[in-house]
Structure formats: structure tokens, C-alpha cells
């Protein structure tokens, strides 16, 4: 497969235009790069400057959809890096259930790409008028959500056209751990994310890319499994398989697939396996799936970026253009996925 950037005209079939799915996965590196200018550099350091003074109890996280798969991410990045717990509460609790939930002392992640999804602003609000501190993580600077935040973070990642997110997931995940590290003082995580934007453009498609696609081109099921912060990007590239490419794709931890799931991953069934520096409890299920006869692709990890919160993002470039072009080899359009919209709006 071997795609280059899209500005190439053969990043797509020939006779093909370039699609915006295309365009924006290939702006990743410049969006990312963006979180480094001084004016962003600024506002991310207030924010963890005043998350020092608060010395939350915890932190609660809010999204849906890809943002609530960048805050699967974040929510291990703080666990590990913090030490303190993090819990995502459902947005209903607040739009469909009216329920207020005490949370003084608390700091609340709100994170959402347009910030207009009526239960993701009604649960932010709610959260901060009963004590959390709320920190908005959103690519609309000016947006229903952002009225209700105590702190506000543009993840800059610029306009998507294409309805399936890429640059504003990953603009999400690293503009949250940018605050991570002014909050922790982790300077080996600044420096790492500093140097992102150069280790997306370095990185290659894997073999395992080629087989991803060979896999799945005539699939409609596949399981993708990781662990650790990993599961995120899981998550997500489960999502991008389901909106572009109509396949059932399933994301699981690959402990939790272990309870279950794997009854169904024999003869051939495709199971994508994230590498992300976990060590045998990744080992474990892969060898538990090629028991089983799996049709089993193993992407191994990253780990050149010198920070391990910061590896499994390298990869997921990679893994959005095999999305892309699978999308078009199954004769679909990724950027205009059937009944979906760009912004979605939940109550």
C-alpha cells in the first residue's frame, strides 16, 4: 500500500482527487506543532498552574464518541503520571437524569471537538456548579461548552471537513497531556511532546498496515485489542473502521478479551493487536488468539519518542491512513460516511 502524504496526487487511486480524510491525516504534524507556539504554551501552563493550587481529589472526564476515546488516553496518562484517580461519568446523568453529583474538590475534563453537544455542555455545567473545576479540551473556541468552563483549551488542530476526526482526536489527546506534563512537572514528557510533530513525519507503515488491509478488505467484523493508554487509540481506530469502512469492529482491552470475547476470535476471525510497551499482558492474549486460529495482525509499538505516554500517538497516523484508503478500496467515500454527520448533537 505505501500511501504518501496526500499533497501527492498518488495518495489516492488513480483518476482520484485527494480526499479531505486524506488532507487532514496528513496535516497531523503541523496541527500537533501548533500546541507549541507561545500563545498555546500559555494558556495550557495556567491551566496546570491553577490544577497545582487545586490539588484535586480526582478527575472526572466527559465526551463522547472519539473524545471520549482521547479521554481513555488521558485518563491513563494521569493515573500514571498523577497518581490520581480518574472517573468518566455518562453525560445523561445530567441531561436525562437531571442528577447533580457532588463534586467539589473534583477537576472535570470536558472534552468535545465542536463543543455544542447539548449533554456534553448540561454534565459540564452541572459538574462546575456543584465544585469541580472544569477544563474544556475543544477545537471551537467559541462554542456552548466553552461558556460553561472555568479553563478553556483550543486544541487547534484547524477545520476537518471530513465527518470522521483525525488531527482534532489526536490534537485532544496531546493538548491534555501538555497540561499533564506542566502539572507534574514532567520534563521528559515535555520534551517528547516537543519532538512529536517530527516523529509523525518520520514514521512508516509497517507490514502490519499492508496486512490490516489485506485482512479486512472483505471483512464485516474484526476485534481490535491493547492495553494501557493504547486501549484509546484502540477504541478509536475501532470507531474509524465502523464510520468509513462499515465493518463491526469491537475494541478491547486485551485482558478484558480474555473474559469472554474470545470465544468468538477463531477460524480466521480478524483481530488487530495495538503494540504499546504493556509486556505480557498483550503477549498473553495474542498467544491465547493464534491458539484459536485468529487471523491475527500485530502492530508493534513505537518507542522511539523517549517518553512511553507519548509512543502509541506515532502510530496513529499509520493507522488512519490504512482506514482511509480501506474506505476506498471497498468503494466507499470516507469523507461523507452514510448517516453521519459532523457534528453531533445528544441530549
Not at 205 to 230: F, K, S, W
Not at 235 to 253: D, G
Not at 257 to 280: C, I
Amino acid at each position: 500500500m505505501n500511501l504518501p502524504p496526500c499533497k501527492w496526487a498518488e495518495a489516492c487511486m488513480p483518476g482520484d482527487t485527494p480526499t479531505n480524510m486524506a488532507c487532514e491525516i496528513d496535516e497531523m504534524a503541523d496541527a500537533v506543532g501548533r500546541l507549541s507556539t507561545q500563545d498555546a504554551q500559555a494558556i495550557m501552563r495556567e491551566t496546570a498552574e491553577r490544577l497545582q493550587k487545586l490539588d484535586p481529589h480526582g478527575v472526572i472526564t466527559v465526551g463522547r464518541g472519539s473524545s471520549d476515546h482521547a479521554a481513555t488516553y488521558l485518563s491513563y496518562a494521569i493515573q500514571l503520571t498523577l497518581g490520581l484517580p480518574v472517573a468518566s461519568i455518562g453525560p445523561s446523568m445530567a441531561s436525562v437524569y437531571g442528577q447533580s453529583l457532588r463534586a467539589r474538590g473534583f477537576a472535570t475534563l470536558a472534552i468535545s471537538q465542536s463543543g455544542a453537544s447539548q449533554d456534553i455542555v448540561q454534565l459540564a455545567g452541572s459538574l462546575g456548579s456543584q465544585g469541580a473545576r472544569v477544563i474544556a479540551l475543544t477545537n471551537s473556541a467559541d462554542s456552548p461548552l466553552t461558556r460553561v468552563a472555568d479553563h478553556v483549551v483550543d486544541v487547534r488542530a484547524g477545520r476537518e471537513l471530513a465527518v470522521a476526526a483525525t488531527k482534532s482526536f489526536l490534537n485532544s489527546i496531546v493538548s491534555g497531556l501538555w497540561i499533564i506534563a506542566m502539572w507534574a512537572r514532567d520534563k521528559t514528557l515535555a520534551r517528547a511532546l516537543q519532538d512529536l510533530p517530527d516523529a509523525i513525519r518520520a514514521a512508516a507503515l509497517d507490514p502490519a498496515h499492508d496486512q490490516i488491509q489485506e485482512a479486512l478488505i472483505h471483512a464485516d467484523r474484526a476485534m481490535v485489542i491493547a492495553r494501557g493508554p493504547t486501549l484509546g487509540i484502540a477504541q478509536e481506530f475501532s470507531l474509524k473502521l465502523i464510520e468509513t469502512c462499515r465493518i463491526h469492529a469491537t475494541p478491547y482491552s486485551a485482558a478484558e478479551v480474555l473474559h469472554g470475547p474470545s470465544a468468538l476470535l477463531t477460524d480466521g476471525f480478524p483481530v488487530v493487536a495495538l503494540g504499546g510497551g504493556v509486556g505480557a499482558g498483550l503477549d498473553q492474549a495474542i498467544e491465547k488468539m493464534k491458539e484459536q486460529a485468529a487471523r491475527l495482525i500485530v502492530v508493534p509499538a513505537n518507542t522511539n519518542t523517549g517518553h512511553a505516554l507519548v509512543d502509541p500517538l506515532v502510530g496513529l497516523q499509520p493507522l488512519y491512513r490504512v482506514t482511509e484508503a480501506l474506505s476506498r478500496s471497498r468503494n466507499l467515500d470516507p469523507d461523507r460516511p452514510a448517516y453521519l454527520k459532523k457534528e453531533t448533537k445528544t441530549i
